[in-house]
Nanobody, 115 residues
Framework: QVQLVESGGGLVQPGGSLRLSCAAS????????MGWYRQAPGKQRELVAV???????NYADSVKGRCTIYRDNEKNTVYLQMISVKPEDTAVYYC?????????WGQGTQVTVSS
């Protein structure tokens, strides 16, 4: 059973930056892909960024150039660095991975972009 714990959310002003963290209870070296998703009120959950085991990253068009996903294997943590945040980035951000054929989600961390 893998546990994913997100942190780093909060209130940030438009144009600001923040870094979200997702700490895993297992070594992430063997995780095929780790991703960040978000869900805004009244909207479906959507992919923000994904980091594959091979080091390939993909980003949603809405965050390209403003987000960076990266892993720290020693800390079993994946990060999402966000810059130039916008009000439309407001959402609950979730970490996700697939391990041994099972899908795991974290509990989410709220990000609110507002002045």
């Amino acid at each position: 059973q893998v546990q994913l714990v997100e942190s780093g959310g909060g209130l940030v002003q438009p144009g600001g930056s923040l870094r979200l963290s997702c700490a895993a209870s297992e070594s992430i070296v063997s995780f095929n892909a780790m991703g960040w998703y978000r869900q805004a009120p009244g909207k479906q959950r959507e992919l923000v960024a994904v980091d594959t085991k091979g080091g390939i990253t993909n980003y949603a068009d809405s965050v390209k150039g403003r987000c960076t996903i990266y892993r720290d294997n020693e800390k079993n943590t994946v990060y999402l660095q966000m810059i130039s945040v916008k009000p439309e980035d407001t959402a609950v951000y979730y970490c996700r991975t697939i391990y041994n054929g099972r899908l795991y989600w974290g509990q989410g961390t709220q990000v609110t972009v507002s002045s």
